[in-house]
T-cell receptor
Framework: QQQVKQSPQSLIVQKGGISIINCAYE??????FPWYQQFPGKGPALLIA?????SEKKEGRFTISFNKSAKQFSLHIMDSQPGDSATYFCAASYTGGFKTIFGAGTRLFVKA | KAGVTQTPRYLIKTRGQQVTLSCSPI?????VSWYQQTPGQGLQFLFEYFSETQRNKGNFPGRFSGRQFSNSRSEMNVSTLELGDSALYLCASSSGPQMDTQYFGPGTRLTVL
């Protein structure tokens, strides 16, 4: 119930391609879905986040697609660049829960 | 504004010892959360504090404890260290009571020998 399942574990994409990472959740009480980006030796940094009242949110090359009925959400990185090579985590939390559940992470490598 | 700071950055301890890690949140942030990050388990929630009160706790043994001070700085303590406690311990702070946007520190790398 509290899990967030993330796939794939790792991803290799050519420069300029689209990177897609998927997450699924069970707890319908979740109402905040952020994505974090983590580079080696650094803490995760918030990339983009969405709430269930919208189906898509775009910020620059990063887009979250959200499917409430399927309880799934995904991160799309358009025009992927070598500098995007990092580990990406999806996460979920709910108002009053005071706790964030993270997916297992996806290691993205963008080939130049 | 300065980011979240964690001290020390690296720590080596032996089994059975105890350790205290420190976290200073972004100025004005009152919510502090702690996470354990390992290659096998990913990011696991430890506990969250807001205005010196623990509001939630993850599924960790009682050897893991924490506290928050009136200036929002937080510490976590691990007693009777085990080899499996080796991990990156991350602290995150949020400005509001709902801890939506969390800002992470660089972490403390703990190695237990």
């Amino acid at each position: 119930q509290q899990q967030v399942k993330q796939s794939p574990q790792s991803l290799i994409v050519q420069k300029g391609g689209i990177s897609i990472i998927n997450c699924a959740y069970e707890n319908t009480a979740f109402d905040y879905f952020p994505w974090y980006q983590q580079f080696p030796g650094k803490g995760p940094a918030l990339l983009i986040a969405i709430r269930p009242d919208v189906s898509e949110k775009k910020e620059g090359r990063f887009t979250i697609s959200f499917n409430k009925s399927a309880k799934q959400f995904s991160l799309h990185i358009m025009d992927s660049q070598p500098g995007d090579s990092a580990t990406y985590f999806c996460a979920a939390s709910y108002t009053g829960g005071f706790k964030t559940i993270f997916g297992a992470g996806t290691r993205l490598f963008v080939k130049a | 504004k300065a980011g979240v700071t964690q001290t020390p950055r690296y720590l080596i301890k032996t089994r059975g010892q105890q350790v205290t890690l420190s976290c200073s949140p972004i100025s004005g942030h009152r919510s502090v959360s702690w996470y354990q990050q390992t290659p096998g388990q990913g990011l696991q929630f430890l506990f969250e504090y807001f205005s010196e009160t623990q509001r939630n706790k993850g599924n960790f043994p009682g050897r893991f404890s924490g506290r928050q001070f009136s200036n929002s700085r937080s510490e976590m303590n691990v007693s009777t260290l085990e080899l499996g406690d080796s991990a990156l311990y991350l602290c995150a702070s949020s400005s509001g009571p709902q801890m939506d946007t969390q800002y992470f520190g660089p972490g403390t790398r703990l190695t237990v020998l």
